[in-house]
T-cell receptor, first 116, second 114 residues
Framework: KQEVTQIPAALSVPEGENLVLNCSFT??????LQWFRQDPGKGLTSLLL?????REQTSGRLNASLDKSSGRSTLYIAASQPGDSATYLC???????????????FGKGTKLTVNP | EAQVTQNPRYLITVTGKKLTVTCSQN?????MSWYRQDPGLGLRQIYY???????DKGDVPEGYKVSRKEKRNFPLILESPSPNQTSLYFC?????????????FGPGTRLTVL
């Protein structure tokens, strides 16, 4: 059964700092990995999607990497801003080798606070 | 504007009183799904639908029903709600008939069952 873990659960940094959020998964049989942002009381917004054949994706100050063989992904945020404060969720699009349907499996998220 | 809408956004109800949470998307997406989000447990899939008239159970389907009579709508039905169904619910959609693409989420429905 696919399990997704995000460390740390919470992170507080001063504005301007570069930071890395971590995501690990137990089963490398994946189609892709997605990073989402969730603001309090709101839905999830997709930030980056990395296909299983890719190593990284970039969008503005965000860079996500994927090492499928080791079951790890990182989300790098450059020059953090207070507006980056949110919970960041990692999700793996997984297909169970033992049978069953393809589905997204989510980590529990990292709550990021960027202090002015 | 391309979006997924959910109604109601907030609902307080009592045990056993049937309710429906609506979900609608205007992007002609094939795949739709429902999740619940609970503290310490993260997001878990309740039901999903790969296309009209095609629905299947996710990880936590007990106590829920869904239907997909038309492409844009995917209501979540609680026939006899119980307090353990108090949660934050999200509807999501993707263009293809599988989650292998960017997911678009609705704003969420916060449900409290007394």
């Amino acid at each position: 059964k696919q399990e997704v873990t995000q460390i740390p659960a919470a992170l507080s940094v001063p504005e301007g700092e570069n930071l890395v959020l971590n995501c690990s998964f137990t089963d490398s049989a994946i189609y892709n990995l997605q990073w989402f942002r969730q603001d309090p009381g709101k839905g999830l917004t997709s930030l980056l999607l990395i296909q299983s054949s890719q190593r990284e994706q970039t969008s503005g100050r965000l860079n996500a990497s994927l090492d499928k063989s080791s079951g790890r992904s990182t989300l790098y945020i450059a020059a953090s801003q207070p507006g980056d404060s949110a919970t960041y969720l990692c999700a793996v699009d997984s297909f169970p080798l033992q049978g069953g349907s393809e589905k997204l499996v989510f980590g529990k998220g990292t709550k990021l606070t960027v202090n002015p | 504007e391309a979006q997924v809408t959910q109604n109601p956004r907030y609902l307080i109800t009592v045990t056993g009183k049937k309710l429906t949470v609506t979900c609608s998307q205007n992007m002609n997406h094939e795949y739709m799904s429902w999740y619940r989000q609970d503290p310490g447990l993260g997001l878990r899939q309740i039901y999903y639908s790969m296309n009209v008239e095609v629905t299947d159970k996710g990880d936590v389907p007990e106590g829920y029903k869904v239907s997909r009579k038309e492409k844009r709508n995917f209501p979540l039905i609680l026939e006899s709600p119980s307090p353990n169904q108090t949660s934050l619910y999200f509807c999501a959609s993707t263009p293809q008939g599988a989650p292998t693409d960017t997911q678009y989420f609705g704003p969420g429905t916060r449900l409290t069952v007394l």
